[in-house]
């Protein structure tokens, strides 16, 4: 149950950045200090804002054409309050030339069970050849 509950978390914030650009529940999904890392970024990025600011960014520039996500692992820790996600991802966007490019990779998020629900304070991504 438990980790279906992370997991549902995990595709709920896949969801907002991706499909419906809901910014404003995206961000209730991620820790004040949440830290990303991804290969688009020679630093990490700190804090919700400069997160979601990021997938603003994103989605300014993209449209979405599908995401699925692929062999789901939920690592429990901590009592069940810490849970570690990894996944497989394939991502499909249109970019403004009307161009349609293709991405596959890895995801990782760390996320925190903290006022009754889940939310991220981690992610590393990464691109597969």
Excluded: C
Excluded at 14 to 20: G, K
Excluded at 60 to 78: D, F, G
Excluded at 105 to 122: C, K, N, P, Q, S
Aim: no cysteine; aromatic share 10%.
């Amino acid at each position: 149950v438990i980790r279906g509950e992370v997991w549902k978390t995990v595709r709920g914030i896949n969801r907002h950045w991706a499909v419906t650009e809901d910014m404003d529940s995206l961000a209730l999904l991620l820790h004040p200090d949440m830290v990303m890392v991804s290969p688009d970024s020679k630093e990490p990025i700190r804090g919700r804002k400069q997160i979601v600011e990021s997938y603003r960014g994103y989605a300014r520039y993209a449209q979405t054409v599908s995401l699925v996500e692929r062999e789901p692992s939920v690592q429990l820790y901590h009592n069940n309050k810490t849970a570690v996600v990894t996944y497989l991802y394939d991502l499909v966007i249109k970019v403004p030339s009307g161009e349609t490019q293709q991405y596959s990779g890895r995801d990782m998020y760390t996320l925190i069970f903290e006022g009754g629900r889940w939310v991220a304070v981690a992610q590393h991504y990464s691109s597969l050849p």
